[in-house]
């Protein structure tokens, strides 16, 4: 008999924390021999990664509705458009459940909450399966990337759910009235692939594109670009600690801001009005991110809500410290008063303090860098949260053992 599938649910394949985290785990799964498939909603960066480790089913492919441009007038000035659309999407929809029905699914697994208006709509013909969804997402990122209706009858259907830290597991449990019992709460990291990439980066990838200084202090941040991710923050406390510090070479820059997002020009804008372009650097996403991370002395997370990123693990596995902000997600869980400084919320004056620190002693850098790396490798050991994973999945669908798990 063959073996049934895990589908998994992929919003999108850009190159972001929870789709970052779906890929490395992808990646372990495939090597233990499990038997799976993506329904990917829509495309990214990411993507030709994703094709190497797993079959995909694509979404965003089958749900453009095309029209020649004649019958589009035409049928945009009669009540038929309308119809027209929901019979275009009928057939969408049974095109996509008969090829999803030939890969013997067992088991969805849903990541990120952003995927609930597409388990809700196009999804129905699984919804009879066992469900288990893994969730990235505090209440900023709810509002934007859900609908409450949608994500509230998910997580209804939801068998188990998986947190990437106990910020998030207590938001679902406390806000959703979600049974503690059904959670789980670890993230992944591949430290092993990330220790090999860190094998051949570019440490000097800063000082060759950007013209930053080989002494430079430079004080780092990630990820897309966006108000919930705090640039405006970073260049506030960017603006303060360089004055602080002058004349000490301390640099601030950001990895993943572009012209894509739709704050870059606002923040652009304040950097070059601040009179510190030249100080204050962003860098567009990249598939070289660990590279810039590396050259970073100190991690300035500036989120208002961040529940858990990757980046900040990235960073403790490069002995890097971190400064957060406290009742800003799950950082601090990991961070504590041993890797870093954990300020209170949106205290700028404390978070420039703590950075002046950081800049004016090496030697505490290091100490609380040592101290990041041995916390992840203890707390996020790779095999324990590939074997977690699996438990979860072994509850309701029989996985083949292969020779990683006998080992």
Request: proline share 5%; with cysteine.
């Amino acid at each position: 008999m063959e073996q049934k599938k895990i589908l998994f649910v992929s919003h999108d394949a850009n190159r972001a924390g929870s789709q970052l985290l779906l890929l490395q785990l992808l990646r372990l799964l495939k090597d233990r021999g499990v038997p799976m498939h993506l329904l990917l909603c829509s495309g990214g960066e990411l993507e030709k990664e994703f094709e190497a480790v797993v079959s995909i089913t694509r979404l965003y492919q089958n749900i453009n509705v095309t029209t020649t441009p004649l019958t589009g007038k035409l049928l945009k000035k009669v009540p038929l458009y309308k119809y027209y659309q929901q019979h275009s999407a009928q057939k969408i929809n049974e095109r996509i459940a008969a090829e999803l029905s030939h890969q013997n699914i067992g088991l969805v697994f849903v990541n990120s909450i952003a995927n609930s208006a597409v388990y809700c709509d196009f999804l129905k013909f699984l919804h009879h399966l066992p469900l288990v969804t893994f969730v990235h997402e505090l209440g900023m990122a709810v509002k934007l990337y859900s609908h409450e209706k949608q994500l509230t009858f998910m997580l209804k259907k939801t068998g188990h759910l998986i947190a990437v830290s106990h910020a998030v597991a207590n938001y679902y449990i406390g806000k959703y009235n979600y049974p503690e019992s059904q959670v789980s709460t670890f993230t992944l990291i591949d430290h092993e692939h990330i220790d090999r990439k860190l094998q051949s980066v570019q440490r000097d990838i800063l000082e060759k594109t950007y013209n930053v200084p080989k002494d430079a202090i430079v004080i780092g941040g990630c990820g897309n670009a966006e108000w919930r991710k705090g640039n405006d923050i970073f260049n506030w406390i960017a603006k303060r600690v360089i004055h602080k510090t002058s004349p000490l070479p301390v640099y601030f820059v950001w990895v993943g801001a572009g012209p894509q997002h739709e704050i870059y020009e606002l923040i652009e804008s304040d950097i070059r009005l601040m009179g510190l372009s030249d100080r204050i650097i962003l860098i567009p996403p990249t598939p070289r991110a660990l590279d810039y991370i590396n050259r970073f002395d100190v991690l300035l997370l500036s989120s208002r809500e961040d529940p858990y990123p990757l980046v900040v693990l990235e960073a403790a596995l490069q002995e890097i410290p971190v400064v957060c902000f406290e009742d800003a997600g799950g950082a601090p869980e990991l961070i504590e008063s041993d890797a870093g400084f954990v300020v209170p919320y949106m205290d700028i004056s404390a978070a420039s303090e703590a950075i002046i620190q950081l800049a004016l002693d090496p030697s505490l850098r290091e100490t609380l860098g040592r101290v990041g790396r041995k916390k992840v490798l203890e707390r996020h050991n790779t095999d324990k949260s590939v074997a977690s994973v699996e438990a979860i999945i072994q509850k309701y669908l029989p996985l083949p053992v292969s020779e990683k798990q006998n080992q």
